[in-house]
């Protein structure tokens, strides 16, 4: 009862705020009950204010969110990645949600630092700049120069974040919850999932050694790749609350006039973008989620720099297949199979009909037949096709939106630094290269092999089992005649010898035609 009530009052926090940025509407969306909805709209109605008519819906309500703070904020950049909750355009217009908030003084931000890692900050960096170069909703950066000389970022966790996220948290799920039990049709959305989904990761974000992680593994994956780069991560100066990095000298690739004055390559750039974002995505299956322009840096030797990286995304085989499978049926007008897949991945129920969906598939495949590959966006494409998930109960798939929203992100900076650029004709190898490697007949035969294989690592943890469960039968009274006992240990001897002798020819033929495929 009493939880209710202070959900309630912070409910009725956050309508003013709407209120006031006339931005409302996500009440409905969030099926608060129609009595509470009319009487937060009846106790906001003072503080409402004059909007400019002009301006759509999902700026309204980016300002407002960017008002209410850190959680919301995030929340903004959660629900981009979700046009079937929030709508295609106010989801188009959450991705231009501006995190930043006004820094925290540099004496909070050593306090922190020390406290963190043990030792004043006149001892840990020989300089550290108390203004901050950047401060977003959870952390701001530093720049400071370590004891042995080398110049670094330095980002600190916001004093008091994880609380306000923690109420703010509590508050969300309340109202997941309370969408499930009040409109059954809310349930295809899972809002109490996508609740815990964003609960994750925040607690991720929250932990900036997450972020470190997440950093080290991509610059593992990228090491190598011409044109690219992630900063090295600075593990003694990295904790829960401060994450150090070595300091990156470019220039954002926002300021596209500095870039053409310093004589950079814009279209080859480009394509250094659109190469590397495909191969996190198809080769890896992880990749950077946070493509905005503040994200990426160019360097002085002219490469491409990623840094922030809180917000990352993740796809199994069986998603980057089912991508693949997507665009290949696009290509060739196979909607049929395209059908099929979803159906197989268990996506769309199999009480739908597939040639219904099917023919929706090709609503959205025949407006884009003929045209030039250039003129198609991806990105886009994948928008479209999940707008048609509520008609057949399609189960969301928030990794896959998120990767739509990045997909989205990076065509938009790629089409900035090269307006002709053609995101699918840049780099086909890394396309093509997958589909022959993860999609053709040596892949499967591969996959077999690295399955036989793994099925070969337990037999001894099998063997072993089967022996202590014999040890424990003997101890419990189990006796065998002497001469049984006997003969069954001459035959498991004979059959372990020849199982042994199987199995290591198996592996070493198995190992073989891996490192043949390979």
Not at 85 to 95: C, F, K, N, Q, Y
Not at 201 to 210: G, K
Not at 444 to 453: D, K, S
Not at 476 to 482: I, R, W
């Amino acid at each position: 009862m009493f939880a209710a009530a202070g959900h309630f009052l912070r409910l009725f926090k956050i309508a003013r705020t709407l209120a006031r940025h006339d931005a409302m509407f996500p009440l409905e969306l969030l099926a608060v009950p129609p009595a509470m909805r009319a009487a937060l709209n009846l106790l906001t109605v003072f503080n409402r204010r004059r909007v400019n008519a002009a301006i759509p819906p999902g700026e309204r309500l980016a300002h407002a969110l960017e008002a209410l703070g850190p959680t919301f904020i995030k929340l903004g950049q959660a629900l981009a990645t979700r046009p079937d909750i929030a709508g295609g355009d106010v989801a188009e217009a959450l991705t231009r949600l501006q995190d930043r908030l006004p820094p925290f003084p540099g004496a909070q931000a050593r306090a922190i630092i020390a406290a963190e890692l043990g030792q004043p900050v006149a001892v840990l960096f020989s300089e550290f700049d108390d203004n901050a170069v950047a401060a977003a909703s959870i952390a701001q950066v530093h720049k400071a120069v370590t004891a042995d000389g080398v110049t670094v970022a330095v980002k600190v966790l916001r004093p008091g974040v994880r609380e306000a996220f923690r109420r703010d948290l509590a508050t969300l799920y309340w109202l997941a919850r309370l969408m499930e039990r009040r409109v059954p049709d809310s349930r295809r959305l899972r809002p109490v999932e996508v609740a815990e989904t964003f609960a994750e990761t925040v607690a991720i974000e929250m932990d900036l050694r997450y972020e470190a992680a997440a950093g080290s593994e991509l610059r593992e994956n990228m090491a190598g790749e011409p044109g690219f780069r992630v900063p090295r991560v600075i593990w003694p100066a990295t904790s829960g609350q401060v994450l150090t990095t070595e300091w990156i000298d470019g220039t954002p690739l926002g300021d596209r006039a500095a870039l053409v004055a310093a004589g950079m390559d814009l279209s080859a750039l480009a394509a250094v973008l659109v190469r590397v974002f495909l191969l996190q995505v198809m080769r890896d299956g992880f990749f950077h989620a946070d493509l905005h322009q503040g994200n990426l840096f160019v360097d002085t030797e002219g490469n491409l720099v990623a840094v922030d990286f809180g917000i990352m995304g993740r796809l199994d085989r069986k998603s980057r297949r089912y991508l693949a499978e997507i665009l290949r049926g696009f290509h060739t007008g196979n909607y049929r199979r395209i059908a099929e897949v979803h159906f197989e991945a268990g996506y769309v129920p199999r009480t739908k009909n597939i040639n219904s969906f099917a023919q929706a598939l090709r609503a959205i495949g025949e407006p884009i037949a003929g045209r030039r590959v250039r003129d198609i966006s991806f990105g886009k494409l994948l928008a479209q096709l999940f707008q048609i998930t509520a008609t057949f109960e399609m189960r969301t798939q928030p990794q896959l939106l998120l990767l739509q929203k990045t997909m989205v992100m990076a065509e938009g900076l790629a089409m900035y630094m090269d307006p002709e650029i053609n995101m699918w004709e840049v780099s086909p190898p890394v396309v093509q290269g997958w589909l022959t490697d993860n999609m053709g007949p040596d892949a499967y035969i591969r996959e077999g092999a690295e399955a036989a294989l793994s099925v070969l690592r337990y037999l001894p943890l099998l063997a072993d089992e089967l022996e202590k469960r014999a040890a424990v039968l003997t101890a419990e009274g189990l006796v065998l005649h002497p001469e049984t006992a006997r003969l069954i240990g001459d035959a498991q001897s004979r059959h372990l010898r020849n199982q042994g002798a199987a199995l290591w020819v198996i592996a070493a033929l198995l190992a073989l035609l891996i490192v043949i495929l390979n």
